[in-house]
């Protein structure tokens, strides 16, 4: 069973950096491309798509919302990912959520957090002055 690990989270000012890690642990079996992402979810908002990565390719997928200012990364030897966030905004606020898909998806599928099989349990992310 694979299981996610998150850790980063915290308060921080707008405009200020904060990096997110997700520690992957308990996959086996064929090395495919699978896919890692990072979801998030604001009071009062249903959960929405921010970054992922394929794990061989390392093609990355971006919500419009944090193109620019999000990167999504993998060091492939410790099976982390990380997200690093700068330039951050009140409206980022949210409990982040790292995901995993069982298996490589097509493109398109990425954004969707119901391709994603494995969850962790979130990080909370609080930006405010």
């Known amino acids: 069973q694979v299981q996610l690990v998150e850790s980063g989270g915290g308060s921080v000012q707008p405009g200020d950096p904060l990096r997110l890690s997700c520690t992957s642990s308990g996959r086996t079996g064929a090395d495919f491309d699978y896919a890692m992402g990072w979801f998030r979810q604001a009071p009062e908002k249903e959960r929405e798509f921010v970054a992922a990565i394929r794990w061989n390719t390392v093609s990355t997928y971006y919500s419009d919302s944090v193109k620019g200012r999000f990167a999504i990364s993998r060091d492939k030897a410790k099976n982390i990912v990380y997200l690093q966030m700068n330039s951050l905004k009140p409206e980022d606020t949210a409990v982040y959520f790292c995901?995993?898909?069982?298996?490589?998806?097509?493109?398109?599928?990425?954004?969707?957090?119901?391709?994603?099989?494995?969850w962790g349990q979130g990080t909370l992310v609080t930006v405010s002055s």
């Open positions: 995901a995993a898909t069982a298996r490589r998806i097509i493109s398109s599928r990425h954004y969707d957090a119901d391709a994603y099989t494995y």
